[in-house]
């Protein structure tokens, strides 16, 4: 069974429109319509907006795991699932309330049987106290799904290598490929620190320049941004940083920005190293890393008429004068009025 069709079913289940769940989610009817016909791969992101507002594992939505459920995380406070029966009120419906606050009934269903793994996202807990009767506040929820501990400020540090040229053949840690160290905070669990040079992952928020923070992996969740290493014939390794996809179709590496084209990882001979932990940002980035991510952040409604452009052979100067001379006659017309 694939990513489209675990959607639909816990569409199905949790009675919701695909209009609404595209709502809910922030995307448009068009995208969620592709991913739910596997036509189109939803990023990272979107599979754990979806998964979180159905109160599923991202690993069940990615067929990694069969059980919704995604047991890495403790069992959260039960006093938030009573905190959620109070919140609901006694008079109104489970579907009556999820109708008021934008969230899954089935979800809202589960978090009121303590059922859910891990704590909803601060995105669906501020929608559920926004509706909430008998009191119960974004605060209360926020306290009860454990967000608001405080960790003692004397935290630990990790002291991790940053890497510079890699030598083929040796183990991605080894001293050689050493050219400094940063200290980050060791409940990061990351093992390495890779420099960004390019900008593949600006529409990601990476730029160049960047200190990617990196835990040592040899295989990764598909969507996840992943370092990937290729052989090269002098004697040393190329890292790339890019998002990584597993399908039918085989394994792919997916930049963050349309200029660049996807690496089919057999083909091309590059290895899974590490998955990205975070990345870090030295300097405040300038004016024109705005403009150059506008170039290709793109609407979502935008994809398929920017496809359709290209495949009828226009070029960008023809679209907008084409666009211009469209606009012109529309004003004309009004005026006309």
């Known amino acids: 069974m694939g990513l489209g069709e675990r959607i639909k079913i816990l569409r199905s289940q949790a009675d919701i429109e695909r209009d609404g769940l595209a709502k809910a989610i922030g995307i448009t009817y068009h995208a969620l319509s592709k991913y739910e016909t596997n036509e189109r791969e939803p990023d990272y992101q979107t599979i754990r907006k979806i998964a979180e ?49 934008g969230v899954s009934a089935t979800y809202i269903s589960r978090l009121q049987r303590g059922l859910v793994s891990k704590p909803p996202g601060v995105d669906v807990i501020r929608k559920l106290s926004a509706r909430a009767d008998n009191g119960v506040t974004y605060r209360d929820l926020m306290d009860a799904a454990g967000y608001l501990v405080v960790e003692p400020a004397d935290f630990s540090l990790a002291h991790i290598p940053i890497l510079g040229t890699i030598r083929a053949g040796l183990p991605i840690l080894a001293e050689e490929n050493i050219e400094g160290y940063l200290d980050i905070p060791d409940n990061m669990q990351a093992d390495y620190v890779l420099r960004v040079v390019g900008d593949s992952m600006i529409g990601s928020g990476i730029i160049d320049g960047d200190l990617a923070i990196c835990r040592e992996n040899q295989m990764a969740n598909s969507g996840q941004i992943v370092v990937a290493i290729k052989d090269l014939a002098n004697g040393y390794s190329e890292a790339t940083l890019k998002y990584y996809f597993e399908n039918g179709k085989g394994r792919t590496l997916r930049p963050a920005n349309p200029n660049y084209e996807e690496i089919d990882m057999v083909s091309d001979g590059y290895r899974i190293a590490g998955t990205l932990v975070a990345s870090v940002r030295q300097d405040a ?13 793109g609407r979502e409604e935008w994809t398929e008429v920017i496809e359709k452009a290209a495949q009828g052979g226009f070029k960008p100067e023809q679209v907008r004068d084409l666009l211009e001379m469209q606009i012109e006659i529309a004003k004309k017309m009004r005026g006309l009025k």
């Open 285 to 297: 980035p300038g004016y024109q890393v705005y403009k150059d991510y506008l170039t290709v952040c």
């Open 53 to 101: 507002y159905f109160g599923v594992s991202t690993d069940y939505l990615l067929g990694i795991n069969e059980s919704e459920h995604d047991n890495g995380y403790p069992n959260f406070s039960m006093a938030f699932a009573d905190l959620m029966k109070r919140a609901q009120g006694s008079n109104r419906s489970i579907n009556e309330y999820a109708l008021d606050a």
